[in-house]
Every structure is written in structure tokens, then in C-alpha cells.
């Protein structure tokens, strides 16, 4: 937000998941909501249920609202959609995601049988994600058939987690689930009506994580590459742990599809939004056993470490002409409605 401007007003930047998003969260939210939890920035906030001076639980909650357009894309739709996020979001935290809510806003004229078909997708989700959905509201507002659904998420953290974006340390290691930018050039694609077979890769990454735990790796963090991109999402790891990372522009994986789609139009995978991959930062001493955990799952199979953990601060990449440069937040609008 502009200090300069008299009259100052949203604009669609303030939804990209970059830097006009954080002032917003800072100079808005976070001033009134302020408080210990809230102030971690994590994808989903960890709460603990006590009894007398004793905690018996922690508790993973977390809340989202999906505005994408178009509501139907190629690999999924925005009923899966709106499951997968905030499952996810629980995910990151260690969390077994168990309960959601789910808020539907719809617009006057949207087609029921549309409805019917998005809201039979967000049941099979939740089914294979193995959440149960417990409380709903639905709104009607004037508008032209459009549709918005907020979900909010609650999971349970086993006994001995703790994941979090200021928990890694100089030695930890970087690893990408997957290829990056195929649901942010899907959904450009639609937009655009360009014809391609770049699928949305929309899912739970239930398989990623508990693969990861099965074989007792210690999670430092993790966080799910949504709205804002590898970039953004790593300037807020490092900020939060006080480090810096440092990424090997050659081994983050992006499929050749998706590579010449963001050549043509300029953009940079490393700002594209995805919707079912995530980075795990882990010992360094580790890092090929997690490795392998990842890519022996199903969500995880084009895994690759992308990256180390010093001293320091910021995110730098190393080119593949050897050169080392800063890698900052996002500017701008980024991909309006991408979720
Ligand atoms: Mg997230």
C-alpha cells in the first residue's frame, strides 16, 4: 500500500501471495488480530487443548478461501481444490488433517447441476484425504453464476512433531516434492484458451509427508508452494529462521511442458503457483533418506534437493552459468483467481 496515497484501496496485487499480500497481513490483519499464534505466519496455526496446567493435544487449525477462475480446469475443479489446500496446510504442520468446514458463496444464475458436480468432488477429496466434512453455511449474493467456497481445517499433531518455518538451521537441505508451475500454467492456459496437456497437479500430499515420518526423518519445515511461488515462500522460511538458503537454479524440477509454456510468455517458474507440491527442509545428514522416502511416494516422485541452508539471510540461487543472485518475494499481481 502506498503511504502517499489519501484514499488507499485493494487491488488485485494485494491477493497474490507476494509482497503487497505480507504489507497487507502486517499493516491490516496483523495489527488487530495480533497475538503469539497468529504471529508465526505458518500455513496452519498449532493451538494446544489443556487440562488443568496440562496439555493433552496439540491442534493444527487452518483456513482458506478459493476464488479460482475458471471453477473447472484440466485436473481438478474448485471443490478439489478447496480440499487439497487446506488439507495441505494442515499437513505442513506434522498435522493428521481430520475435520473440515466448508463456507460456499454463490452467485445468482450459477448452474446447479455445476454445484452438484463441485460439491461431489470435494466429498471423493475429502474421502481420499480422510477428512470428514463437519459444518457448512451457504450464502447467496447477486452476480453473474460464479462460485467461492472458504474451508477451514482441523488436524491433530502426533506426540514429538514439531515443524515450523523457524525451525531450520545452517547444514539442512532443501527438497521440491515435484515439478513446479503446472497448476499456474493450467489455469493461464484456460484463461487464454491456449491448448495444451498441462494438467492442474491439484492433491493431498498426505503420501509426501507420512512417507517422510515413516522413516523418522526430522522435519525442520515444510510448506506447500501454493500463490506466490518457490521464491516467496522460501524468503518466508528464511526470514523466519533467521537463515539463508541458497538454491542450485539447475536442479529445481520443472517438466519440459510447463518450461517452454512459461519461456514463451515470460514467466518464471520459480513465482508460479502450484497446488500439490511442497518443499521439506531436513538434516543434511539426512537428506538423500528423505530423498528417497519422497520419491518412493506418489506425489513425490519427481522429488530433487534444490537447495542448502546457511548462515546468513535471504534466498540467493545459483545459475546455471555459475553466477549467484537474490531471489526476492513477488511483486505484483502474480496470476489473479489461481485459487
Ligand atoms: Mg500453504
Redesign the pocket.
Known sequence: MTQDNQKRIITMAHGSGGKSSAELMAEIFGKHFKNETLDKLE?AAVVEVTSGTYSIAQIAVSTDSFVVSPLVFKGGDIGKLCVC?TV??LL?MGAVPRYLTCGFILEEGLNIDLLDKIVESMAIQAREAGVTIVAGDTKVVEGNGGMYINTTGIGQIPKGRKVSSAGCKPGDVVICSGNLGDHHACILSHRMDIHNNIESDCAVLTDVVEGLFAEEIEVKAM??V?RGGLGTILNEIAASSGVRIELDEESIPVSDEVKGFADILGLDPLYMGNEGKLIAVVPGDQAEKALEAMKASEHGKNSAIIGRVLEGEGTFIKTRLGATRRLDVLYGEGLPRIC
Do not use: K, Q, S
Request: proline fraction near 0%; charge should be negative.
Open positions: 500455513d489446500g495441505n496446510d505442513m510448506r506447500d501454493t
